[in-house]
Every structure is written in structure tokens, then in C-alpha cells.
């Protein structure tokens, strides 16, 4: 089975530009998860998808981040202007939760794109 | 709301010892899960184990094994018989039963001497 997939894995940018990453989840996996994770830090959940809904985006900087799901499939995560704090990895996860319960469901991740503002 | 500590920064063991890292953290929930990761050089976060907070059992995967005590509010990781691949840096990570958040501590950088 083919895991999540992200592209581009290395992105570097000047601040004020704009920038995309798209992702791919596990086929069949209902729910995407978008990450931002800074160097020396654990990743923090910036918006998380339930098929093409948006279920939770409260920690996303919403005046500069914007992301979609279209189809209930691929994403994109968009920074438009960057800022030299949004240089970070930004992780991409799928689980095949609908709803309800947590139980054991398992987030995978994807490699990940890292970003560099300069 | 939801914490995780991993106290630990940085840790070296010797190649074929048991290593254990640690993790306790913080709900208000009664039910809940547990999960650790490991992240290698290359940036994937690896899924490695769970713990449900209603589990009987301490969870185990192969030579990972979870030290889990609720009282303690403590889920460590426990890897036996350490291997140079080994070496990564290991995420503990929570989620509430119906939470959407999964929130992970800040890591511990695992190091395995030959």
C-alpha cells in the first residue's frame, strides 16, 4: 500500500513570496491532517479535513495560510505572503477515521516538505 | 487541555542495551490514546505504538514496548535491544477520545553507540 505522499520535498523562498504544497493521502483515508512542525519542536496541527469538510483549523494563521481538499483527496496548503517564521517542515498525514471515537486511530505521515524563508 | 512533557532532550545508548524514553502528560479526559513516534533524519514521522487509556495491557510491538502507568499519567517507550537505525528522534503524542488534536511533545534525539 502506498503511503502518504508530499511534493516538494525542499522549498526555498524570499519573504513576501507565495508558496504551495500539495499532498496525497493513503487511498481510502477520510481524514488529512496538515502540520507545521519548527526546527526543535514537535509538530502543531494547523487544519485537519474529514473527506473535503474542514473539521479543525483553529491554529491556522488564516490571514496569510489558506488550504483546500478538493474531491475529499489531494490537498494543497497554500502560505501567501511568507513570513521568515513560517520556515518550518510541513507534514502531511492521513487516517481512515469518519467520526466519532479516537479508538486506535493512527495518523501517517508523509516525509514532508521543508521550507525555507529567507 | 492537552500536554505532553518528554523531559529528556537527548539520550545515547549503547548498541544492543534496553533504552526507555520518557513521556508523561496532561488531560482532564478519562479516555484517551497514546501514540509514539519516530522521526529519522529523512523527516517522516514513523508510527510506532499505541496505548488506550483503558488498555489492561501495556502495548508492545515487536522490541518497542510501552511502560504505561495511569496513575503517573506516564506512557514511556521502552526499546529493547537498541540497533543503529534506531537513532532518530522519538515523538510521544495524545489524543482525547473525541479530540481532533493530536498534540506531541517536543521529542527526545536517541543515539546509539557502536
Known amino acids: 500500500e502506498a503511503g502518504v505522499a508530499q511534493s516538494p520535498r525542499y522549498k526555498i523562498i524570499e519573504k513576501r513570496q507565495s508558496v504551495a504544497f500539495w499532498c496525497n493521502p493513503i487511498s481510502g483515508h477520510a481524514t488529512l491532517y496538515w502540520y507545521q512542525q519548527i526546527l526543535g519542536q514537535g509538530p502543531k496541527l494547523l487544519i485537519q479535513?474529514?473527506?473535503?469538510?474542514?473539521?479543525?483549523d483553529s491554529q491556522l494563521p488564516k490571514d496569510r495560510f489558506s488550504a483546500e481538499r478538493l474531491k475529499g483527496v489531494d490537498s494543497t496548503l497554500k502560505i501567501q505572503p511568507a513570513k521568515l517564521e513560517d520556515s518550518a517542515v510541513y507534514l502531511c498525514a492521513s487516517s481512515s477515521r469518519t467520526s466519532g471515537r479516537t479508538g486506535t486511530d493512527t495518523q501517517y505521515f508523509g516525509p514532508g516538505t521543508r521550507l525555507t524563508v529567507l | 487541555a492537552q500536554k505532553i512533557t518528554q523531559t529528556q532532550p537527548g539520550m545515547f545508548v549503547q548498541e544492543k542495551e534496553a533504552v526507555t524514553l520518557d513521556c508523561t502528560y496532561d488531560?482532564?479526559?478519562?479516555?484517551?490514546?497514546l501514540f509514539w513516534y519516530k522521526q529519522p533524519s529523512s523527516g517522516e514521522m514513523i508510527f510506532l505504538i499505541y496505548?488506550?487509556?483503558?488498555?489492561?495491557q501495556n502495548a508492545t510491538e515487536g522490541r518497542y514496548s510501552l511502560n504505561f502507568q495511569k496513575a503517573r499519567k506516564s506512557a514511556n517507550l521502552v526499546i529493547s535491544a537498541s540497533q543503529l537505525g534506531d537513532s532518530a528522534m522519538y515523538f510521544c503524542a495524545m489524543r482525547e477520545e473525541y479530540g481532533n488534536k493530536l498534540v506531541f511533545g517536543a521529542g527526545t534525539i536517541l543515539r546509539v553507540k557502536s
Open positions: 496505548q488506550g487509556s483503558y488498555d489492561q
Open positions: 479535513f474529514q473527506n473535503n469538510g474542514v473539521v479543525d
Open positions: 488531560t482532564s479526559d478519562p479516555s484517551y490514546g
